[in-house]
């Protein structure tokens, strides 16, 4: 349903109930997601993003039940990701004289996604539009996510559209902050940061300086993804810039896999480790783990302790997506350590601790190793590993 945000501005996007996966299978999304668009009536019309190729029929029924697409003179793209680009052909053929405002980089992107020869426009940091009695403002937002991503700003309205910057994964049939559980939206906003934004972290403090310093008031903030920030909308900048600078809370991941239980055995006895010094933790068997909810989690945390038996003279293959996450992330500010149960030659813990010092995780403590099923001693070499963990991450 159409949503007013501000006078004359018209949320005209789609919910997502069902979605479950995005990026392919990349990103879960348990809570579903909504793809933002939003349509400003001046003197000009004015898209600025659409939505998914899938909802596109939605999105052009949303329009029309503002004004006639035909009429539409300015299409802005953000991004071109094809959950905000999606909609762009099916727009453009209703108004194909109209202009498409893309950033600098967005002049390769969106013309590379869908080859067609639309009316181009690139736009960098504080290039304006005149639109009537308001205009628009553009800020570059390289890699926030993409090297094409850009903030829209309407004067007047004090209304900032920044695309996926302080969006969440997060279906709902409300469009205001204000209106949700916010329980349920800080879980998504946190769990699209840890997973999306994390490696931009630098980026992402020296960004929202720079915005804060073009003084722009900032009433509303409509991202592409989730509910619209209007109570209190710098809460999300604020939350932000705290996720960016990655100082972790005192606690503990300790993450698994096992085949016999061995290596779970030991795992249960790092985390009494742990306990023991105060530290809380939560462990996750691999297999079976969200792993976007372990990502979060290890986000959160100062340490991350990684158990796996030796397969094959190395870690048993599903811990592989987790040590390239962690590669690719970039965590910063964590200290890890490595355990794990084996039978011949038992090479995973070396493994193991030698991707988190390439990772730039400080190894707290040697890691151990139990051949066969893990004796009593092996288990309180387990648990005086937790207790290590505990104190690196006390910084004791
Ligand atoms: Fe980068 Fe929501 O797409």
Request: hydrophobic letters at 40%; one cysteine or more.
């Amino acid at each position: 349903m159409v949503t007013e945000i501000v006078e004359g501005v018209y949320w005209v996007g789609v919910v997502d109930w069902a979605l479950r996966h995005f990026h392919g299978y990349e990103l879960h999304t348990p809570r579903g997601s909504t793809y933002n668009s939003y349509l400003i009536k001046d003197e000009k019309t004015v898209v600025v993003d659409t939505v998914w190729g899938p909802f596109a029929d939605d999105f052009i029924a949303n329009v029309r039940d503002v004004v006639d697409p035909a009429t539409i003179d300015i299409v802005v793209a953000n991004h071109a990701e094809a959950d905000h680009s999606g909609g762009l052909p099916a727009i453009m053929r209703r108004c194909p004289e109209a202009t498409v405002v893309v950033s600098k980089r967005g002049a390769e992107s969106v013309p590379g996604h869908y080859h067609r020869e639309w009316n181009f426009k690139a736009v960098g940091t504080g290039d304006k539009i005149d639109i009537g009695k308001h205009e628009l403002v553009f800020v570059e937002a390289p890699m926030l996510h993409w090297p094409d991503s850009m903030f829209t700003y309407l004067t007047g309205k004090n209304l900032l559209m920044p695309n996926d910057a302080f969006g969440q994964h997060y279906a709902t049939d409300r469009r205001f902050n204000d209106e949700v559980d916010q329980l349920e939206l800080y879980e998504e906003a946190l769990r699209y940061y840890a997973n999306i934004l994390t490696p931009f972290s630098d980026l992402v403090i020296k960004k929202i300086d720079e915005v804060l310093s073009l003084n722009l008031a900032v009433d509303v903030i409509a991202p592409s993804h989730g509910v619209i920030w209007r109570d209190d909308p710098l809460q999300i900048v604020g939350k932000y810039k705290e996720w960016a600078s990655q100082v972790p809370e005192q606690r503990a991941v300790i993450l698994y896999d096992t085949m016999w239980h061995g290596t779970r055995h030991m795992a249960e006895a790092v985390g009494a480790g742990l306990a023991a010094e105060g530290v809380p933790y939560k462990i996750f068997y691999a297999p079976v783990a969200e792993r976007n909810q372990v990502l979060t989690e290890i986000f959160r945390a100062r340490a991350v302790v990684v158990g796996s038996p030796t397969v094959n003279r190395g870690y048993i293959s599903t811990l592989g997506t987790y040590m390239e996450d962690l590669r690719g992330l970039g965590f910063k500010n964590k200290v890890g350590a490595a355990f794990g149960s084996y039978g011949w030659s038992g090479e995973a813990v070396e493994m193991i601790e030698g991707h988190l010092k390439r990772c730039g995780i400080e190894v707290a403590a040697p890691g151990v190793r139990a051949k066969w099923q893990p004796a009593a001693d092996d288990l309180a070499a387990s648990t005086d590993l937790g207790r290590a963990v505990a104190r690196a991450v006390k910084g004791a």
